[in-house]
């Protein structure tokens, strides 16, 4: 739970990367998953061949294309989450230092604190 709250306290670009991502992720594959039966519906498995050249062609270049989308939109995703773990992970760094200075250094003085400098 603490967890989810951190997460709403994270930069909203971050937030936005990564719903927008998710959110088109999971759009394409619904396409992907409406297109593929008609895909299929163009092949015939007993002569193993193609019905319609040109419309199997055509929709197979867009499922191909949609395909190739949604994987550069994952990974555009994986770089948003690890942008947002960054940011959560440098807020609660701010965080604990404020708290207590020594948390930072691993809970040993530094060489500055040890010269009261």
């Not at 008609?38 to 015939?44: E, F, I, N, Q, R």
């Not at 960054?86 to 207590?100: E, K, V």
């Amino acid at each position: 739970m603490e967890r989810i709250c951190r997460l709403e306290k994270a930069e909203p670009p971050c937030l936005r990367g990564l719903l927008s991502s998710w959110l088109l992720v999971a759009g394409l594959e619904v396409v992907l998953f409406l297109l593929h039966p008609k895909l299929d519906a163009l092949l015939d498995p007993e002569t193993r061949s193609i019905v319609s050249r040109h419309e199997f062609k055509s929709l197979h270049l867009l499922y191909m294309n949609l395909s190739t989308t949604q994987w550069v939109v994952t990974i555009l995703y994986i770089c948003a989450t690890v942008w947002a773990w960054r940011c959560l992970d440098r807020s609660a760094m701010a965080g604990a230092a404020l708290q207590n200075p020594a948390a930072c250094s691993g809970g040993h003085e530094t060489q500055f604190e040890k010269k009261g400098i």
